[in-house]
């Protein structure tokens, strides 16, 4: 059963408590800003290069992303060094993805954010799913038939790189707007 202490007022445990209480919201009127203001986005053309940045990423791991899904398309067992690369290409699109949903964009921006975190999740879905199909210790015949088809990203990664051209295409249009905070 707890033991509920009753402070009688100027005891000293009374004082001591008042005291504290005092000294530390003393303390945070000091600390802690009056005025709690948002902190302003980035400029547009600086939003623009960040996420243009992040898709040249993207894009330039689309070559060995594409090598593993093929490779998990061939008529032979996977080897491990294959499954292991495929594996690691999900991360890198998983990180990826993280990367863009922490980019604060606005408008035009967001949206073009948006566009490449679906591609990017495409991407990363894609091989998760060449990797189940290439590592299924018995594969029935609808799996194998569909795992037989892979031969790569396909048309999503080529709309990624163009989403990334156009991306870059704006942020070097972009005037230089500098810091607006």
Known sequence: MPVHVIQQPGSRLALATHDLLHRTARALRHWWPAVQTTPMPPARSEQLRTLA????????????????????????RVSGAVAKACGEQVV???????????????GD???????????????????????????TANPDSRVEAARLTLN???APADALRELRD??????DAAPDEGNRS
């Open 92 to 106: 890198v699109y998983h990180r990826l993805r993280g990367m863009l949903g922490a980019l604060p964009a606005d």
């Open 53 to 76: 940045d992040v898709l040249d990423v993207a894009v330039a791991a689309q070559r060995q992303a594409d090598q593993v899904v093929a490779a998990c398309g061939e008529p032979e």
């Open 109 to 135: 921006v967001a949206e073009a954010r948006e566009r490449a975190a679906r591609l990017l999740s495409y991407h990363q879905w894609m091989l998760h799913q060449s990797l189940v199909f290439a590592c």
């Open 152 to 154: 790569g990203l396909g």
């Open 166 to 171: 156009q991306v870059r295409t704006a942020a």
